[in-house]
């Protein structure tokens, strides 16, 4: 598999082009291979991730170069998948952390008999946040990376925890 390869140079100076570069990067899942050096799989899926990185760039004042690259031995190129793996395996670890911290807010909510449509309405809010940030691991995660099928079914657990919270809410709530 070849890679995408950006280099950048941002301005010196103030740190929010820099922090707001670096969010850019952890956003679209890039892989920092050095200071100022990201990969990504040379895939279609990540083109517009490299397109925004570089407008960012550019609009602090810094400067991009962008090209493919394809590894000079198969160890390369084991590494970089390899590499690519463990981010994604951490992103799933997260997930799956999260997903736990969300089923011990639905268990805390009947354990005080909290039943409202507001508090249903911020619990929805918060699952439908987990299911975006598992899609976009999910469209990452191009070699099956560990961890994915831990983060789904606490993904599912979180799902059936709201849905018995739902049920409770409606039937405390319903006239």
């Known amino acids: 598999m070849g890679w995408l390869l950006v280099t950048y140079r941002l301005p010196s100076g103030g740190s929010s082009a820099r922090v707001a570069v670096w969010r850019e990067v952890r ?7 050095q200071q100022s050096v990201v990969a990504y799989p040379d ?17 602090v004042g810094g400067e991009t170069l962008a ?17 690519w793996n463990e981010a994604r395996a951490a992103e799933y670890g997260e997930l799956s952390s999260e997903c736990g911290k969300f089923l011990e807010e639905i268990d805390h909510e009947f354990e005080i008999e909290k039943f409202t449509l ?40 979180s799902q059936d925890a709201l849905e018995r919270y739902s049920t409770a809410v409606f039937e405390r709530t319903a006239p």
């Open 27 to 33: 956003r679209s899942g890039a892989l920092q291979l």
């Open 43 to 59: 895939d279609p899926a990540f083109s517009r991730a490299v397109e925004r990185l570089r407008t960012l760039v550019s609009e």
């Open 67 to 83: 090209v493919r690259a394809e590894p000079l031995a198969a160890a390369d190129g084991t590494r970089l998948v390899h590499a």
């Open 118 to 157: 507001a508090e249903l309405d911020e619990e929805e809010s918060a699952l439908d946040r987990l299911q975006r940030w598992h899609e976009r691991i999910a469209a990452r995660d191009l070699h099956a990376a560990s961890g994915s099928d831990e983060a789904r079914a606490a993904l599912e657990r």
